[in-house]
Nanobody, 124 residues
Framework: QVQLVESGGGLVQAGVSLRLSCAAS????????MAWFRQAPGKEREFVAG????????RYADFVKGRFTISRDNAKKMVYLQMNSLKPEDTAVYYC?????????????????WGQGTQVTVFS
């Protein structure tokens, strides 16, 4: 059974950086895409960034371009989200997602497995 476990969230001041990590286990496919979504209080979950197996396809939401960087370590089955210049509007629960098709989709339905989420709170 696929399991995704996020870590690295926290309470930080605006302008600083955080690095989120997601550890995957129980995978039965050799190539797959992974992504980060987030959900702020009272809002729907939204796509943040996604990356294909080899890293040839990387997609970002417009609101994080230039500030966030997604990366992965396939040997360790890890995906990361480096978040720089954090803003209060980045406050949300951040979720890691997995798709065995290796397509980098920007919608929730494109991913069949999700982690439990990690809270990121940015104060001004």
């Amino acid at each position: 059974q696929v399991q995704l476990v996020e870590s690295g969230g926290g309470l930080v001041q605006a302008g600083v950086s955080l690095r989120l990590s997601c550890a995957a286990s129980g995978l039965t496919v050799s190539t797959y895409s992974m992504a980060w979504f987030r959900q702020a209080p009272g809002k729907e979950r939204e796509f943040v960034a996604g990356i294909s197996w080899g890293g040839s396809t990387i997609r970002y939401a417009d609101f994080v371009k230039g500030r966030f960087t997604i990366s992965r370590d396939n040997a360790k089955k890890m995906v990361y989200l480096q978040m720089n210049s954090l803003k209060p509007e980045d406050t949300a629960v951040y979720y890691c997602a997995f798709d065995q098709s290796n397509f980098v989709r920007t919608i929730e339905s494109g991913y069949g497995y999700w982690g439990q989420g990690t809270q990121v709170t940015v104060f001004s």
